[in-house]
Nanobody, 128 residues
Framework: VQLQASGGGLVQAGGSLRLSCEAS????????LGWFRQAPGKERECVAA????????YYADSVKGRFTISRDNAKNTVYLQMNSLKPEDTAVYYC??????????????????????WGQGTQVTVSS
């Protein structure tokens, strides 16, 4: 499975960006999909994750109400709509996936160690 993230860039505080991550190699309709970010000198953190059906989602407290994760299984793509961006959102953003055959748990969905496949990362820079 290869994941290709795109949509990053430079935006002013208060602006919006939409990240996309397209998968190839197989269909990811049996996978949890997540977006992580890593800022310089900080650990990688889960920003948002979405279950196989899209019914269950996880958001980090720092992005709740501003970011929205969604998926289009027909296009094998996951999105992250980011609104009201802040300078502290500046980071490299990674999409990731792991296959699951039982009910997903929030604990699993937000742990980086749960994910088997990772995209290459896309830079998001928010200027003040």
């Amino acid at each position: 499975v290869q994941l290709q993230a795109s949509g990053g860039g430079l935006v002013q505080a208060g602006g919006s960006l939409r990240l996309s991550c397209e998968a190839s190699g197989r269909f990811l309709d049996t996978d949890v999909l997540g977006w992580f970010r890593q800022a310089p000198g900080k650990e990688r953190e889960c920003v948002a994750a979405i279950s196989r059906t899209g019914i269950n989602t996880y958001y980090a407290d720092s992005v709740k109400g501003r970011f929205t994760i969604s998926r289009d299984n027909a296009k094998n793509t996951v999105y992250l709509q980011m609104n009201s961006l802040k300078p502290e959102d500046t980071a490299v953003y990674y999409c990731a996936a792991y296959q699951v055959w039982t009910t997903e748990t929030m604990g699993e969905m937000r742990r980086a160690s749960s994910y088997d496949y990772w995209g290459q990362g896309t830079q998001v820079t928010v200027s003040s």
